[in-house]
T-cell receptor, first 115, second 116 residues
């Protein structure tokens, strides 16, 4: 399957700081990437769809000014959690779809802990 | 709206036996895709198998097979010859019609425990 990487894998930060998470497709170009959030013992919830060269599409209830998404190239999308608070502590995971294929491949995820 | 239902919060199976994880779905799209992912404790989401709504045959990938019953709107995952490494969370997901939203909607998951 296709390889998607995420960095960092784990981050601990103080409340009020901003955290950037990178998602890269390593062996293919992805015009669309997806960002999900997963709270403990819960399912994945889509936060936003990241489109290369255009604005991201956010799901209802997700604050676009708080969760900034940039898809600057066909292999890189970034999620910045601005002014993070303890309630933003979660597992953030990205995915990318192979062109002309059905399957979304996921990165290994980033565990964010805001103190 | 699309919805995925996984009614089994947890399942137990003996090593080397087969197990079926249930998934039912609801959608008004005539064309859709169904997926199963495995999530071990490390958190990564591992793609297992895909079934398209117009596929005539049930999908199979090694020890994984998808029992697709369109009329019942079910897409159960069958794991044959369970292994200890199969212990993980399993999520069923659905994607909407092509040309429309590509996003995946996930069920709540089933925690599978394989006993030696």
């Amino acid at each position: 399957g296709a390889v998607v990487s995420q960095h960092p894998s784990r981050v601990i930060c103080k409340s009020g700081t901003s955290v950037k998470i990178e998602c890269r497709s390593l062996d293919f170009q992805a015009t669309t990437m997806f960002w999900y959030r997963q709270f403990p013992k819960q399912s994945l919830m889509l936060m936003a769809t990241s489109n290369e060269g255009s604005k991201a599409t956010y799901e209802q209830g997700v604050e676009k000014d708080k969760f900034l998404i940039n898809h600057a190239s066909l292999t890189l999308s970034t999620l910045t959690v601005t002014s993070a608070h303890p309630e933003d502590s979660s597992f953030y995971i990205c995915s990318a779809r192979l062109p002309a294929r059905e399957t979304q491949y996921f990165g290994p995820g980033t565990r964010l802990l805001v103190l | 709206a699309q919805k995925i239902t996984q009614t089994q919060p947890g399942m137990f199976v003996q090593e080397k036996e087969a197990v079926t994880l249930d998934c039912t779905y609801d959608t008004s799209d005539p064309s859709y895709g169904l997926f199963w992912y495995k999530q071990p404790s490390s958190g990564e989401m591992i793609f297992l198998i895909y079934q398209g709504s117009y596929d005539q045959q049930n999908a199979t990938e090694g020890r994984y097979s998808l029992n697709f019953q369109k009329a019942r709107k079910s897409a159960n995952l069958v794991i044959s010859a369970s292994q200890l490494g199969d212990s993980a969370m399993y999520f069923c997901a659905m994607r909407g019609a092509k040309g429309g939203s590509e996003k995946l909607v996930f069920g709540k998951g089933t925690k599978l425990t394989v006993n030696p």
